[in-house]
């Protein structure tokens, strides 16, 4: 089985300052590791994916993550955030191989104020 | 624009009723996925699809069922609804199967409202 805990469920942060979202997981196999986010009244978008490699992954808006598989944990951060990167982050683990089922975690909100 | 089509994208309905939530994938995916959302149980996996045939089943209900259909559209069908019901409910799609090697793309929901 395949869980993910995301321990903030809300950030406030304000505007150019730096955020990390926190996300550890658990799988009794390899991992592979997803943020998305979710901007209000739409669908969530992929943000950026771990499969395997480099453990530092950069994905779109100028997010990036880290896998560290000894602390089971992807956390994702921005160095500095906009007013417009207000929305809600999933983090998600996925089994691979037979495993199609993709499992997110409950979501941090990231609040940007000016 | 994901190119995933919900609908409707709102609906209101009583306790008992049934109502089926319609979705259509990007054009070329082959893999359909429905997920739940709601404030206490965050995003669940329902059930999958490939290709018209289901591939994988998650949390869903035996009031809930669901197809693909030939021309690849999915339908969620929700029966003997219950207040608990209420959530919004996603349609993604992906070009194969697997959820890690094929980002899922997610339409913008059906808000469903049980009275």
């Known amino acids: 089985a395949q869980s993910v805990t995301q321990l903030d469920s809300q950030v406030p942060v304000f505007e150019e300052a730096p955020v990390e979202l926190r996300c550890n997981y658990s799988?009794?196999?390899?991992?592979?590791l997803f943020w998305y986010v979710q901007y209000p009244n739409q669908g969530l978008q992929l943000l950026l994916k771990?499969?395997?490699?480099?453990?530092l992954v950069k994905g779109i808006n100028g997010f990036e993550a880290e896998f560290n598989k000894s602390q089971t944990s992807f956390h994702l951060r921005k160095p500095s955030v906009h007013i417009s990167d207000t929305a809600e982050y999933f983090c998600?683990?996925?089994?691979?191989?037979?495993?199609?089922?993709?499992?997110f975690g409950k979501g941090t909100l990231l609040t940007v104020n000016p | 624009d994901s190119g995933v089509t919900q609908t409707p994208k709102h609906l209101i309905t009583a306790t008992g009723q049934r109502v089926t939530l319609r979705c259509s994938p990007r054009s070329g995916d082959l893999s359909v996925y429905w997920y739940q959302q709601s404030l206490d149980q965050g995003l669940q996996f329902l059930i999958q699809?490939?290709?018209?045939?289901?591939?994988a089943k998650g949390n869903i209900l035996e009031r809930f069922s669901a197809q693909q259909f030939p021309d690849l559209h999915s339908e969620l069908n929700l029966s003997s609804l219950e207040l608990g019901d209420s959530a919004l409910y996603f349609c993604?799609?992906?070009?194969?199967?697997?959820?890690?090697?094929?980002?899922?793309?997610f339409g913008n929901g059906t808000r469903l409202t049980v009275t």
């Open positions: 799988s009794s196999v390899s991992v592979y």
């Open positions: 993604a799609s992906s070009v194969r199967g697997d959820t890690y090697n094929s980002p899922l793309h």
């Open positions: 699809y490939y290709n018209g045939e289901e591939r």
């Open positions: 771990y499969l395997s490699g480099s453990t």
């Open positions: 998600a683990v996925s089994g691979g191989g037979s495993n199609y089922k993709l499992t």
